[in-house]
């Protein structure tokens, strides 16, 4: 969906600075609640997003869209599940994440609760960011809706082809239709930024060094 050089080109720039270019260009909030972090490493993600929906049911039901999303999308896609009601349970696990990791995927980013940390962490090193590390299961408390439809996740709007990055900073969706400027002006932020930073230093003054460019 993405050509190479968009991918790459945002896995150099951090989540700070493409927040700060998606609230510029899209005039949206793109980064979700901060509890939405990573859980098993450090690993960046940057990739489509591909979207689920899950609700609460009293049935024993397998998450079937989200099974079928991680046998069929395409590799570096990052499967997105937003949750309605009760998010403090598991909606990923080892068996999905392995799944997940034989089809290519690039990660996952959960509005409620990851499980199997430990498994995840010794067999693959999948990036997951969720909102929580929990050990109950889906089954008998939800059941998917739907796939490849918007959905909330992390406070944000999330459609399914929207651009998601994620670093140790959270993470921030970066509307479809902006990519290409978002991924511009967060270059422009970093540069920007490094070469403050290296007047701060140069000058060792804070004021000095933010005055070239008279911001933060």
Known sequence: MYDQEILDGFRRVSTASVSDAVDKIARTRGFM??????????????????????????????????????????????????????????????????????????????????????????????????????????????KTLSSNEPVLCGGVLVRPGDLIVGDLDGVVVVPQRSVEAVLRMATEIEEREAEQARLIRQNRSLREGLAKYGRI
Do not use: Y
């Not at 899950?54 to 590799?75: C, G, K, R, W, Y």
């Not at 929580?132 to 889906?138: F, I, Y």
């Open 33 to 142: 609640d901060p509890p939405i972090k990573p859980r098993i490493n450090d690993k960046k993600i940057v990739g489509p997003a591909v979207t689920i929906l899950e609700a609460p049911t009293n049935e024993a039901l397998p998450p079937q869209h989200a099974l079928d999303a991680i046998d069929e999308s395409p590799p570096g896609s990052i499967i997105v599940i937003g949750v309605l009601g009760d998010r403090e349970v598991a909606v990923w696990g080892g068996l999905m994440t392995a799944g997940a990791e034989v089809n290519g995927l690039g990660g996952a980013v959960l509005d409620a609760g990851v499980r199997d940390v430990a498994e995840i962490r010794r067999d693959s090193g999948f990036p997951v960011f969720a909102r929580c590390v929990c050990p109950a299961t889906t089954v008998g408390r939800f």
